[in-house]
């Protein structure tokens, strides 16, 4: 599977914290108190983790066992508190960060799949399933409808990078490197659909 655990840990953590700067962003644009963004950031950062333990029986989730994945949460609902107007200067930082997250999440769902023995065609669906997971949560809390039903390509950048990840590791290359590449790969694809208005066919009418 990967390199180590220690790089699957990385991935786990670094789709935690992304994950929950995002929906601590959106908290902040809506215009939330304090203890509003650490709940938005904590529900939408630990999502798609819960979704891929709770399916593949690794029960009960990590976050009711440990106490990192709140902590980090709460971390970053603390960040965008108090450097939201910094993190506003970026261009689109939500969709820059979601699109971190969800190539991050889709490669580390996917890789746990594996580890817990599933085929690539479940795997590669059990890492959209996590990478999409906080993303739809987000969105339902703060009434919106979820961009993966109507947005610019966003769950099949999620299953490119799956996809790409579970293959690579099928052909035999390196951990590391398939990692890094398919969560590249996921995060260029959600971009640049965003910048160049890439969308799937919707019906007329």
Not at 35 to 55: K, Q, T
Not at 69 to 85: D, E, I, M, N, Y
Not at 91 to 104: H, N, Q, S, Y
Not at 170 to 191: D, E
Request: proline content about 4%; glycine content about 14%; some cysteine.
């Amino acid at each position: 599977m990967l390199s180590g655990l220690t790089l699957y840990a990385l991935l786990d953590v670094m789709g935690t914290f992304v994950f929950g700067l995002t929906g601590a962003m959106v908290a902040v644009r809506r215009g939330f108190d304090l203890f509003g963004i650490l709940v938005l950031s904590a529900a939408v950062g630990v999502a798609g983790g819960v979704v891929r333990d709770v399916l593949l029986g690794d029960v009960p989730p990590a976050v009711l066992v440990d106490l990192w994945p709140l902590a980090l949460t709460c971390a970053a609902g603390l960040v965008a508190f108090f450097f939201a107007p910094v993190i506003e200067r970026l261009d689109r930082p939500v969709m820059l960060l979601d699109a971190v997250g969800l190539g991050v999440f889709a490669i580390a769902g996917c890789n746990k799949a594996l580890v817990f023995g599933l085929g690539g065609f479940g795997a590669v669906l059990l890492g959209v399933l996590t990478a999409i997971g906080g993303g739809v949560l987000r969105d339902i809390m703060t009434a919106q409808v979820p961009r993966v039903l109507h947005e610019e390509v966003y769950a099949l950048a999620a299953l490119a990078g799956a996809a790409a990840y579970a293959l690579g590791l099928a052909a035999g290359l390196p951990g590391g490197l398939v990692a890094t590449g398919a969560v590249l790969l996921a995060i260029v694809i959600r971009i640049a659909s965003v910048r160049n208005g890439w969308t799937l066919p919707k019906a007329r009418g």
